[in-house]
């Protein structure tokens, strides 16, 4: 086997922990700022799963390195192309405007509008989005290939697909944000600071929020995972107690203060039971009419129709649409006054903790 030196070399090309414009140009073509800009390719820690899955691969499956260097390649190549466009952090001057990342909040604070934003958004961060789900996909063959060519352990195996769901909760984070920047309950002065951090998200594409906050919600993902709900009340009593034992101290902190607020409550049962708040209430009644305590998981269908089931997927996939599907219905019944959760549960739960945190910060400002 050859030693680490020779692997290093091999790999250099994908070393890279932030790939800014002066990473792909000539020194005289820049323009030097203090602001620093660009996507991250690989996090330091991801570096570090790229070395040691070629390191594994050269001992148990070298035919497979060419491939994911290729894949690996098409990332960074990726990155170069989206380097050439102006930085989100800076003054710039566009084809008939000028733009500053003062005005950019400001406009994304007042634009009220429902719909799709796509059209709204800079190129940046459109290309950026299509950037981060690449990634995702380039991480999942990783995971792949760690379990089955290159004969790594549960755990090592596991350390991609955490790495691959916490990506897809910085591409979650975006839709997050847009909903919470257009809360007019929310205070003007977390609005900007959310925009502020959805800015910086499609700059990097990478987000520290929720790089603090996605393992919180993987876990409560995977315990909700775990779960045999019996559909009867529908209440989720008993189901809320597994998700919140040895949870995170924020996630016990969000239960204690917003469970009892209806729509809160309503999104925690949506999430809980992969049924709609509709389909929840529609079976409670049915459930109610015909007297039946109780049924299982598989028994849904035969009250609800053939095409509904709930979800037990690990699939990082699955759950994301999921979530889109929560937070269309969302979005519909919001925009026509119906009845139900107008967020989602990730929606509350980040929000909690970023005010959270505001407050912990102001708290701290007066102290000093």
């Not at 690989?42 to 070395?51: A, G, I």
């Not at 952090?89 to 719909?115: C, F, H, M, W």
């Not at 993987?218 to 009340?233: I, N």
């Not at 969302?330 to 959270?356: C, M, N, S, W």
């Amino acid at each position: 086997m050859e030693d680490k030196e020779d692997i290093k070399q091999d790999t250099s090309q994908f070393e890279f922990t932030s790939v800014s414009i002066d990473t792909f140009f000539d020194e005289e073509e820049i323009k030097k700022d203090a602001v620093e800009t660009g996507i991250i390719v690989l996090t330091t820690h991801q570096e570090e799963l790229v070395y040691k899955l070629l390191e594994a691969l050269k001992k148990h499956a070298p035919d497979r390195i060419e491939r994911i260097q290729g894949r690996l390649d098409d990332i960074a190549n990726l990155a170069k192309a989206i380097a050439r466009f102006p930085s989100l952090l800076e003054r710039t001057n566009l084809t008939s405007t000028v733009r500053t990342p003062e005005a950019l909040v400001e406009s994304i604070i007042s634009y009220q509008k429902d719909g799709d934003t796509t059209m709204h958004m800079p190129s940046k961060a459109t290309l950026g989005r299509g950037f981060l789900v690449a990634k995702i996909h380039t991480f999942y063959s990783m995971m792949r290939l760690a379990k089955d060519f290159a004969c790594m352990s549960e755990a090592e195996v596991k350390e991609y697909s955490d790495e691959t769901v916490s990506m897809m909760f910085t591409l979650m984070a975006e839709d997050v944000y847009l909903n919470l920047i257009k809360d007019q309950t929310l205070s003007m002065d977390l609005r900007r600071q959310l925009a502020n951090a959805l800015i910086i998200l499609w700059e990097h594409r990478s987000d520290q929020n929720i790089s603090d906050i996605a393992p919180v919600l993987q876990s409560v993902w995977s315990a909700r995972r775990k779960l045999a709900p019996a559909f009867g009340t529908m209440m989720g009593t008993s189901e809320l107690l597994l998700v919140s034992i040895q949870m995170d101290t924020q996630w016990t902190q969000f239960i204690k203060a917003r469970l009892g607020d209806q729509d809160v409550s309503h999104a925690m049962e949506e999430f809980l039971f992969g049924l709609s708040y509709e389909q929840i209430q529609h079976l409670r009644e049915i459930l109610k009419q015909q007297q039946v305590k109780a049924i299982g998981r598989d028994e849904i269908k035969t009250y609800l129709g053939d095409g509904v089931k709930t979800d037990i997927s690990q699939d990082y996939r699955d759950f994301y649409m999921l979530y889109t599907i929560r937070r269309d219905n969302a979005r519909a019944r919001q925009r026509l006054h119906l009845e139900g959760p107008k967020q989602t549960l990730e929606d509350y739960f980040i929000r909690f903790v970023l005010e959270q945190n505001k407050e912990k910060q102001k708290n701290d400002t007066f102290a000093k």
